[in-house]
């Protein structure tokens, strides 16, 4: 079978079937590349609304700058660089594509995984992958919620003299 190039990884129907390393291999990169795929879809839905996604992470700055003006920011953003607006473009919308596409890359892991958990492993499985869920949205809130306190502890330690531009 390792010579045969075969198109479809067959599926398993009892535990006693196994796959050949050449199609653990084909289902793996199967897997990959519909994992990829998603993060590409997220990074041009990113790039479409890139106004839209840096107004939305910069918020917290924006309204910390007007709040505070004692902290001496102005709420813009700056470069130093001719190309560091560029790859900043690119590497919101290629994290952002990554964590739009978390979904699709965890299902994709799920379903490579999973033929080889036994019942009771599965069993325990669905609860912790919706506590993580609910724990990762959680935790994200929360950062989102508390970045412009934290923000305003590290300007003010730079000092009164000191100006800052972020990038």
């Known amino acids: 079978r ?6 479809k990884a067959r599926r398993i129907s009892s535990p006693e079937e196994q796959m050949t390393l050449t199609e653990h291999l084909a289902e793996l990169r199967t ?5 990829l795929l998603a993060v ?21 700055y924006v309204d910390l700058c007007e709040e505070k003006p004692s902290l001496g920011c102005s ?8 190309l560091e607006g560029f790859s900043t473009r690119l590497s919101i919308c290629t994290y952002g594509g990554i964590i739009i596409a978390l979904p699709v ?3 994709q892991i799920w379903r490579f995984v999973v033929p080889a958990l036994h019942a009771k492993e599965k069993k325990y499985a669905i609860p ?3 506590s993580s869920v609910v724990l990762f949205i959680a935790g994200g809130s929360l950062a989102y919620l508390t970045v412009a306190q934290a923000l305003e502890f590290l300007i003010s330690w730079a000092g009164e003299d000191v100006g800052q531009v972020f990038s």
């Not at 590409?40 to 917290?60: C, E, M, S």
């Not at 709420?75 to 001719?82: I, K, M």
């Open 2 to 7: 390792f010579g045969s190039g075969a198109t």
């Open 31 to 35: 897997r990959i590349i519909r994992s």
């Open 40 to 60: 590409v879809v997220g990074i041009i839905v990113l790039l479409t609304f890139y106004d839209q996604v840096l107004r939305f992470i910069t918020k917290p």
């Open 75 to 82: 709420g813009a953003l700056g470069f130093l660089g001719p």
């Open 105 to 107: 890359i965890m299902w």
């Open 128 to 130: 912790f992958v919706l």
